[in-house]
């Protein structure tokens, strides 16, 4: 747990990195490349039988019977299980385990799991569902959450871990720093407006899939797509009520995540109970339109901003309140709540500051965290206003983020502690590469800039389930022939997050890149690790990583030092080779050195540790949003406006982030163009929301228009590096944080290309229409000063 | 109609035979009776091109493919022992995340790599992406499979 504290942000050995900070390829580049990966789906095992779930086709309906006599008579079944078989419930957050595997009493969603077939092929499973008779009971399914809120009956959840539910309301969290009141009474300019973000969802091209196999002695073994094995562990010894040393979990290969594959799924309970029913082994693999369903994506928010700024443009004070679409399930929606408050505190200085967050529940598919949960949805709301009050002022819109700038090494308005803080840097690299300067205001009508900044954490101090143990653990190992296994819990869902620990493992013992094997997301093998999420990885892992390295080294190095008889000081491990330092022709390969310390020390292990430090502010809730270190994000976006038919082109996007340190450039950059893209693709083309039955609208990757590599334009990613103290080698996160400023960059851009300023997601061709054909009439806020701004560019022109 | 029968064909030079359904999803022939398991399923209704194989030198989704149309026929997968130079740009330009549209992707971009080798010019912006629309990624933003298609293209030519 100490890992943070002795080893600073500099190389290891002198001034030089050698490995970190290298473009180097990625540990699993060529299995993938070659095809020789192995994903979930991969994993066939003799006699393994192949099952299938029955979904609810009403959005609220109680059960009043199910019939599987049927199904299980068909020729190839060999078995059905119910509602009735996985009794316990389970969820993400230990607070709110309101999920069943299969549905006890009562469907929630269009989708909602039923009952689950294992069969000899997919065919006879899906024919056995089929045969499956159920008699629902239909329920009024809210799917509007304004009428959620408002109306306490029927409930969608009548209470939660013996806890009776307020109405269908999931979660409301109120906090406030400072007097807002007074800050809006004492501005010079208070802007009001209103927001919404409508759903979006994961799609990883990689579908949900989990392979489950008991052992002769009664060992359960589960292959799954989950980006949080530990987890996944946890929630399987609950449910089917199993000694969790019965259990092993092993993530494979994993085909993109984002958030999607954090909570344990139904099809993980299903197959692990029905491998234990058949005495086989049983794979499900869901379809794209069962993946649809599964959801847990961006939450819908309305939110309703206000904004007090004194005409310098320095901000007085923020208020939000926003209503959450949570649909079914409570998934991570507590921590949504907060963070959809929590995280706006930066890079801005906000003197006061409050937040009126509410949850509900309603008969959709449940929401949960997409890449920059809880916070990207607010992040939209408050940038567009921002601009806005640049504009009212005067101000140019970068001049004003840059005004308001709150600062390194301080803390935010509600407690939370910043360390490094490049986003200055940030600002300026985007403003130098976009032509800011030169060409914002001087494109013709249709075509503009605009500018957002954001932040995100590296990680969370609040480990979901509270514990004193570590958030993430190491254990190395050294062999005589010089290869150096490490073992991770760590989830590399893509992000190469082995390929991190990799470099940092060959960088601190001076062993050749390809030297160093990774063994990680297993739960026999490996030291526990609390998965992807929360951009915690790299951060929590890698300074275990340098934990454990850092204590092997001392033996090798201490026993090179005797054998030589030399100060230890003067020896070094660096590229594959053991030298002194003084001495350099007295040299070894590395293999030779460990050789050397294993029979000084005996066998070689060690393991390293991370924890966070205490933080975050001292009320309730105060630790959600605390993270040991904030990555800081700039983005400009151009659009180019066809005001014929609404559409909405980006030709190019620039995003600086603050990343702390890039350990692997290559990595960063990929992280900062996919967040981009991701981004860009939520707010312009894509939409996950449900008819008025609860049917979703279009579950297939057409329908719910994933953008081509023809809908997507240049993305220029550009790394700042601030060094920060807590991070390994002075790295912070890059995964999540660069997605949140590319969609009111993207509003912002529209504003400038033709002077409307939308506040509603997505921004679909007939949305950017009807915003023109309203202009000038009955528009709120600044649409005046917009259409002057439109008006004067059309003249321009 | 639905009887199992024998098909002939030949994957990445080797001549095979299976006795399939000849409905059955050549994506299937492929994974599970040839255990070629390069081949991704990511929806299995032909949107996302992470199945996708060369069938008689054309660029298919296996899974809308069936195993009667595949009869006699040459097919290229992922495993191909041609594809070096494609998969190595991959790996240079950090092409891949997570990697499972990346099989798809890297035979895409050889279909690429074989239309443009020969020609006088380069490929623009559009002409690339559009080579690339029918494989989607939701990783990269494309940026990097772009880069390897470039750099892939460039060593090709003579």
């Given at each position: 747990m100490a890992a943070r504290d002795n080893h600073g942000t500099g190389a290891p050995w002198d001034d030089a990195f050698r490995v970190v900070g290298q473009p180097l390829r990625k540990v699993d580049g060529l299995a993938k490349a070659t095809g020789q990966a192995l994903y979930a789906d991969d994993v066939q095992l003799p006699g393994m039988l192949h099952a299938k779930i029955l979904r609810s086709p009403h959005a609220h309906a109680r059960i009043v019977s199910i019939d599987a006599s049927a199904a299980l008579a068909l020729p190839g079944v060999h078995a059905v299980i119910t509602g009735a078989d996985l009794p316990i419930r389970y969820g993400v957050i230990p607070w709110t385990p309101d999920e069943n595997a299969l549905a006890v009493d009562k469907v929630r969603f269009v989708g909602d799991e039923v009952a689950a077939v294992a069969a000899v092929d997919e065919d006879t499973a899906n024919a056995a569902l089929d045969a499956?008779?159920?008699?629902?009971?239909?329920?009024?399914?809210?799917?509007?959450?304004?009428?959620?809120?408002?109306?306490?009956?029927?409930?969608?959840?009548?209470?939660?871990?013996?806890?009776?539910?307020?109405?269908?309301?999931?979660?409301?969290?109120?906090?406030?720093?400072?007097?807002?009141?007074?800050?809006?009474?004492?501005?010079d300019l208070v802007l009001e407006g209103e927001y919404s973000f409508h759903g979006s969802t994961h799609a990883p091209i990689e579908p949900h899939c989990a392979v489950a196999q008991v052992s002769a002695d009664g060992l359960l073994t589960l292959w799954s797509s989950t980006q949080i094995t530990h987890y996944v562990h946890r929630a399987l010894a609950q449910v089917l009520e199993l000694a969790p040393e019965r259990i092993r979990v092993i993530q494979?290969?994993?085909?993109?995540?984002?958030?999607?594959?954090?909570?344990?799924?139904?099809?993980?309970?299903?197959?692990?109970?029905?491998?234990?029913?058949?005495?086989?082994?049983?794979?499900?693999?869901?379809?794209?339109?069962?993946?649809?369903?599964?959801?847990?994506?961006?939450?819908?928010?309305?939110?309703?901003?206000?904004?007090?700024?004194?005409?310098?443009?320095?901000?007085t004070g923020v208020d939000a309140r926003i209503l959450i679409d949570g649909g079914s399930y409570s998934s991570f929606g507590l921590v949504t709540t907060y963070y959809s408050g929590q995280l706006l505190t930066g890079p801005y200085d906000f003197p006061s500051y409050r937040f009126d967050s509410t949850r509900v529940f309603t008969n959709k598919p449940p929401c949960g965290p997409k890449r920059g949960h809880g916070s990207v949805q607010p992040r939209f709301a408050f940038e567009v206003q921002f601009d806005e009050v640049a504009e009212r002022l005067g101000i140019d819109p970068i001049e004003i983020r840059r005004v308001n700038f709150?600062?390194?090494?301080?803390?935010?308005?509600?407690?939370?502690?910043?360390?490094?803080?490049?986003?200055?840097?940030?600002?300026?690299?985007?403003?130098?590469?976009?032509?800011?300067?030169?060409?914002?205001?001087?494109?013709?009508?249709?075509?503009?800039?605009?500018?957002?900044?954001?932040?995100?954490?590296?990680?969370?101090?609040?480990?979901?389930?509270?514990?004193?143990?570590?958030?993430?653990?190491?254990?190395?190992?050294?062999?005589?022939?010089?290869?150096?296994?490490?073992?991770?819990?760590?989830n590399d869902i893509g992000q190469g997050s082995n390929t991190v620990v990799r470099s940092i493992v060959a960088e601190e013992l001076g062993v050749a890149y390809d030297h160093v094997r990774v063994v990680a997301a297993d739960t026999d093998l490996c030291p526990v690790d609390l998965g992807a999420y929360s951009s915690r990885i790299t951060f929590m892992v890698g300074n275990a990583t340098i934990d454990a390295c850092r204590k092997l080294r001392h033996q090798i190095v201490t026993a090179l030092a005797e054998a030589?008889?030399?100060?230890?000081?003067?020896?070094?491990?660096?590229?594959?080779?053991?030298?002194?330092?003084?001495?350099?022709?007295?040299?070894?390969?590395?293999?030779?050195?460990?050789?050397?310390?294993?029979?000084?020390?005996?066998?070689?292990?060690?393991?390293?540790?991370?924890?966070?430090?205490?933080?975050?502010?001292?009320?309730?809730?105060?630790?959600?949003?605390?993270?040991?270190?904030?990555?800081?994000?700039?983005?400009?976006?151009?659009?180019?406006?066809?005001?014929?038919?609404?559409?909405?082109?980006?030709?190019?996007?620039?995003?600086?982030?603050?990343?702390?340190?890039?350990?692997?450039?290559?990595?960063?950059?990929?992280?900062?163009?996919?967040?981009?893209?991701?981004?860009?693709?939520?707010?312009?083309?894509?939409?996950?929301?449900?008819?008025?039955?609860?049917?979703?609208?279009?579950?297939?990757?057409?329908?719910?228009?994933?953008?081509?590599?023809?809908?997507?334009?240049?993305?220029?990613?550009?790394?700042?590096?601030?060094?920060?103290?807590?991070?390994?080698?002075?790295?912070?996160?890059?995964?999540?944080?660069?997605?949140?400023?590319?969609?009111?960059?993207?509003?912002?851009?529209?504003?400038?290309?033709?002077?409307?300023?939308?506040?509603?997601?997505?921004?679909?061709?007939?949305?950017?229409?009807?915003?023109?054909?309203?202009?000038?009439?009955?528009?709120?806020?600044a649409a005046v000063g917009s259409t002057a701004a439109a008006t004067s560019k059309r003249e321009a022109r | 109609m639905s009887e199992p029968f024998e098909l002939e064909l030949t994957?990445?030079?080797?001549?095979?035979?299976?006795?399939?359904?000849?409905?059955?999803?050549?994506?299937?022939?492929?994974?599970?009776?040839?255990?070629?398991?390069?081949?991704?399923?990511?929806?299995?209704?032909?949107?996302?091109?992470?199945?996708?194989?060369?069938?008689?030198?054309?660029?298919?989704?296996?899974?809308?493919?069936?195993?009667?149309?595949?009869?006699?026929?040459?097919?290229?997968?992922?495993?191909a022992p041609d594809l070096g130079n494609v998969q190595a740009a991959f790996l240079e330009e950090g092409g891949a995340q997570c990697g499972i549209c990346t099989p798809g992707m890297v035979l895409a971009v050889q279909a690429f790599v074989d239309e443009w080798a020969a020609r006088g010019r380069e490929p623009d912006d559009v002409e690339l992406r559009a080579a690339l629309a029918g494989n989607l990624c939701r990783c990269t933003g494309y940026e990097k499979i772009l880069a390897s298609a470039r750099t892939a293209l460039r060593r090709a030519r003579p």
């Open positions: 499956i008779e159920v008699e629902y009971e239909p329920l009024h399914a809210f799917l509007d959450p304004r009428e959620a809120l408002a109306t306490p009956e029927p409930q969608i959840h009548a209470d939660i871990r013996g806890k009776p539910v307020r109405g269908n309301v999931s979660k409301h969290v109120e906090l406030e720093f400072g007097d807002v009141e007074a800050a809006l009474a004492g501005a494979p290969c994993l085909g993109g995540a984002f958030g999607g594959k954090s909570d344990p799924f139904a099809l993980e309970f299903c197959v692990a109970l029905l491998a234990q029913r058949t005495g086989r082994p049983v794979k499900m693999l869901w379809t794209r339109e069962e993946v649809f369903y599964a959801h847990r994506g961006r939450h819908p928010m309305q939110m309703q901003y206000r904004c007090g700024a004194k005409s310098n443009g320095r901000i709150q600062g390194d090494d301080t803390q935010t308005v509600n407690g939370q502690r910043i360390t490094s803080n490049g986003f200055l840097r940030c600002l300026d690299l985007v403003e130098e590469a976009s032509g800011w300067k030169q060409r914002r205001g001087q494109l013709p009508y249709g075509r503009g800039l605009g500018v957002a900044g954001s932040m995100y954490i590296s990680g969370t101090n609040y480990p979901v389930y509270p514990n004193d143990m570590p958030q993430a653990g190491i254990q190395l190992k050294l062999d005589r022939s010089g290869v150096v296994t490490v073992f991770t819990g760590g030589w008889e030399v100060d230890p000081r003067r020896i070094r491990l660096m590229e594959g080779r053991a030298f002194d330092v003084e001495d350099p022709d007295r040299t070894v390969p590395t293999r030779e050195a460990f050789q050397v310390a294993e029979a000084r020390f005996d066998t070689l292990g060690s393991t390293g540790s991370y924890n966070t430090p205490q933080l975050g502010g001292d009320y309730r809730g105060g630790t959600i949003g605390a993270s040991p270190a904030y990555s800081f994000t700039a983005h400009v976006v151009e659009v180019d406006v066809d005001v014929e038919t609404g559409i909405v082109r980006v030709p190019a996007a620039w995003c600086a982030h603050d990343c702390g340190r890039a350990l692997n450039p290559t990595l960063v950059a990929g992280q900062i163009e996919g967040s981009t893209y991701m981004g860009l693709a939520e707010a312009l083309l894509e939409e996950h929301g449900v008819n008025r039955f609860g049917l979703h609208r279009g579950p297939s990757l057409l329908d719910y228009r994933m953008p081509t590599s023809l809908d997507v334009g240049d993305i220029h990613a550009m790394i700042v590096e601030s060094v920060d103290p807590e991070g390994p080698y002075g790295a912070k996160e890059a995964g999540e944080g660069p997605l949140h400023g590319s969609i009111p960059a993207l509003a912002n851009a529209i504003h400038d290309a033709i002077g409307v300023r939308l506040r509603h997601l997505p921004f679909t061709p007939g949305t950017v229409l009807r915003a023109l054909r309203d202009q000038g009439g009955k528009g709120e806020g | 994957v990445n030079g080797t001549p095979r035979t299976v006795r399939v359904a000849p409905l059955r999803r050549l994506l299937d022939v492929l994974r599970e009776d040839l255990a070629l398991t390069g081949t991704k399923e990511g929806c299995g209704e032909g949107e996302c091109g992470a199945c996708s194989v060369f069938v008689d030198g054309e660029l298919v989704n296996s899974c809308l493919v069936a195993a009667c149309q595949v009869e006699g026929c040459d097919v290229r997968t992922v495993e």
